[in-house]
């Protein structure tokens, strides 16, 4: 299994950034989707999850009403689309396959990944 996360880069607040991760030796469409990131000092964050079928999406709060996950499971891809950037939000974004979506805390919504896959940076900076 390789999940392969980019589209990251340095972006000035109030800025937006597409992220994509794009899968290989899995079909996505049988799994929860879901992205972490991680900043330097800081606990990792599960930031947004997306349940297999039944529309289940969340997001941390830090990121909620900003951020949005999608998933194109006939390009095997799943995307964040992350709008109104602060300088809290630079980390390095990987995406997921965890077991399932479920709000553990306010910026925990998966369970412990099965998969992730390599990084991509955000640094969000004037």
């Known amino acids: 299994v390789q999940l392969q996360a980019f589209g990251g880069g340095l972006v000035q607040p109030g800025g937006s950034l597409r992220l994509s991760c794009a899968a290989s030796?899995?079909?996505?469409?049988?799994?929860?989707i879901g992205w972490i990131r991680q900043a330097p000092g800081k606990e990792r964050e599960g930031v947004s999850c997306?349940?297999?079928?039944?529309?289940?999406?969340l997001y941390a709060d830090s990121v909620k009403g900003r951020f949005t996950i999608s998933r194109d499971n006939a390009k095997n891809t799943v995307y964040l689309q992350m709008n109104n950037l602060t300088h809290g939000d630079t980390a390095a974004y990987y995406c997921?396959?965890?077991?399932?979506?479920?709000?553990?805390?306010?910026?925990?919504?998966?369970?412990?990944?099965?998969?992730r896959g390599q990084g991509t940076q955000v640094t969000v900076s004037s």
């Open positions: 997921a396959i965890p077991p399932g979506c479920w709000r553990i805390s306010a910026d925990q919504v998966m369970g412990v990944p099965l998969y």
């Open positions: 997306a349940s297999r079928r039944d529309g289940n999406v």
């Open positions: 030796g899995i079909t996505l469409d049988d799994y929860a």
